[in-house]
């Protein structure tokens, strides 16, 4: 059952007021708040196991070594890969689509092969491939989006080549909420034996995830977006690739032997770990997966779904309102703008009303275009969002339209 | 008027408004009211991008005093330009320099200008800074 006044209470931030007016926090795509154990595992691992890992003799750094490892395994298990040594800890989605662009890209694609995204990609998917179009001369083609949201994926067929070695694209839009139906791409995709790289930094902490049923070869995804803290992150990737592209970064904590002649590295995922790690991070991460268990992310997913429908329909229908997207495979963002006023001032008033939202392009310019609009305001929710915060919302979106009111 | 004198008549209209929202929605009636007549302002050569709103600025010099027209998107942003101007146009490079931009804090929107907010203040404040250093500098160059 999932009772969402014990779920809040485990939120302390969500007891504040802003500008004496209680927090409506709905910018949960951005980075979503921490609950207290989360907060606690952090505090508990610097105040009692901090050390660093990797080889330490002394007791410490093996307790913290078997936290770190015990939170890859949390993390196996949260995203269901059949090992741990698939799942290499990085600073975030960014850093991991970084990591593909550079290992994988520089050292399997070549001039002249062709790389598939999407029109909805957040700019972290967008421009690691770009600047490897530009230094390996390789060529990215778009997946467009229709006006409802989705992606018209009759395209697909048209732009998949015999050059194309690479697709990667967003489980869950960060602008629209769409759900795209990422296990039919990489069937259609596998055919011609395309790798896929699935962004799920929008996904992971609202929909279940299986990345073996999934079948695809990278998941990529943000511990902060998920309630854990910031700077750690997740590439998952099939071993086989694993063992097929170099190291990343080069250092410490990664190498089976060096000389000034040759240096050799150590199997995944240490060789994808250089330099000591955030400990810390991957703490908080362990912590929020099993936070995320407890309640266990059917029933959050079944919760969010009831409150991201009733505030969708209900700010469809005010007047004066326009929503982006259309479809009913959505969760977590819905983007909106109000007739005849700036996103910015609609944004800047509803904060001042306590009401958090994120205005602008959301990383997502090329999305924007496609629109043709300069930006939108976007609410975004996770699971400690109730029915309440969506009429909060709704309320303000009025209220903002009164005082702003140009005619 | 001096700068200073300009941002104490500020500090004095915001200073009966408590709430935020009454701040805001001064910030918004002023925004309506800074009326922008230069039709070539809107260019691109006057544009600073930011990620939430866009605001243009356009510099000129008159009796030895820099004169800046500028605008925005966004209301709330425009109302603030309207004050940055009031305190900043028409003041010689010298004192602009030299100025002190207490008023911001003052009236709570410290934050507004921050770099980070991407509405496009921060560039204004930073390219009439510029501006104004530039002219300083080749006054000084002449001189020599």
């Known amino acids: ?407 | 008027m001096t700068i200073n004198d300009i941002q104490d008549q500020i500090i004095k209209e915001f200073s009966g408004l408590h709430d935020w929202l009454d701040k805001y929605e001064y910030l918004i009636t002023l925004g309506k009211s800074h009326y922008v007549s230069d039709e070539e302002l809107k260019t691109d050569e006057h544009v600073i991008s930011g990620c939430q709103s866009n605001v243009w600025l356009k510099t000129e010099i008159k009796n030895n005093k820099i004169l800046f027209t500028a605008d925005s998107d966004a209301l709330i942003t425009r109302g603030i330009i309207s004050l940055l101007l009031r305190v900043l146009s028409n003041q010689t490079a010298d004192d602009i320099i030299h100025a002190d931009l207490y008023f911001i804090e003052k009236i709570g929107l410290a934050s507004s200008l921050s770099p980070s907010r991407a509405n496009g203040l921060a560039a204004i404040v930073k390219q009439i800074q510029t501006t104004a250093d530039r002219m300083q500098s080749s006054k000084n160059s002449t001189k020599k």
């Open chain 1, 1 to 407: 059952m999932f009772n969402i006044d014990k779920i809040r209470d485990d939120f302390p931030i969500l007891k504040r007021e802003i500008y004496n007016k209680p927090l409506v926090y709905l910018d949960n795509a951005a980075t979503t708040q921490k609950p207290k154990q989360v907060i606690d595992s952090v505090s508990e691992f610097y105040s009692n196991k901090n050390s660093n890992i990797h080889r330490g003799v002394h007791y410490l750094s093996e307790e913290a070594d078997t936290e770190y490892r015990q939170a890859r395994k949390t993390v196996k298990e949260y995203i269901g890969a059949k090992k741990s040594s698939e799942i290499i800890f990085t600073y975030g989605t960014t850093d991991s689509l970084n990591f593909i662009a550079d290992t994988f890209g520089r050292s399997l694609l070549k001039q002249g092969d062709e790389i598939i995204i999407t029109e909805m990609e957040h700019h972290s998917n967008i421009i690691p491939w770009q600047r490897l179009c530009d230094q390996k001369d390789t060529v990215l083609k778009i997946i467009p989006v229709d006006d409802n949201g989705t992606l018209i994926l009759e395209k697909l067929k048209e732009l998949i080549t015999d050059k194309t070695k690479l697709i990667s694209l967003t489980y869950v839009s960060n602008v629209l909420g769409t759900i795209n139906p990422v296990k039919k791409i990489i069937k259609q995709s596998h055919k011609h034996n395309i790798p896929v790289i699935i962004d799920g930094a929008q996904a992971v902490q609202h929909i279940p995830v299986d990345v073996q049923s999934l079948d695809c070869d990278f998941f990529v995804f943000s511990g902060h977006k998920m309630y854990a803290g910031t700077g750690i992150g997740i590439l998952y990737a099939k071993q086989k690739w694993l063992e097929a592209i170099p190291p990343y970064r080069y250092g410490g904590g990664m190498i089976a032997k060096v000389s000034f002649e040759k240096t050799s590295f150590l199997d995944p995922p240490q060789k994808f770990e250089a330099g000591t790690v955030n400990i810390a991070g991957a703490v908080s991460l362990k912590a929020a997966a099993e936070y995320i268990n407890t309640t266990g992310l059917e029933i959050i997913s079944s919760h969010e779904k009831k409150v991201y429908g009733y505030a969708f329909q209900k700010i469809r229908k005010l007047p004066g309102v326009t929503v982006y997207g259309n479809t009913a495979d959505v969760c977590g963002a819905i983007s909106f703008n109000l007739d005849n006023i700036h996103h910015y001032d609609a944004g800047a008033l509803l904060d001042k009303m306590g009401i958090a939202v994120r205005t602008g392009k959301h990383c997502a310019e090329p999305l924007m275009n496609r629109y043709g609009i300069q930006g939108t305001i976007r609410a975004s929710f996770a699971m400690y969002n109730s029915i309440e915060d969506a009429d909060a919302l709704i309320n303000g979106i009025k209220k903002v339209q009164k005082i702003l009111d140009t005619k």
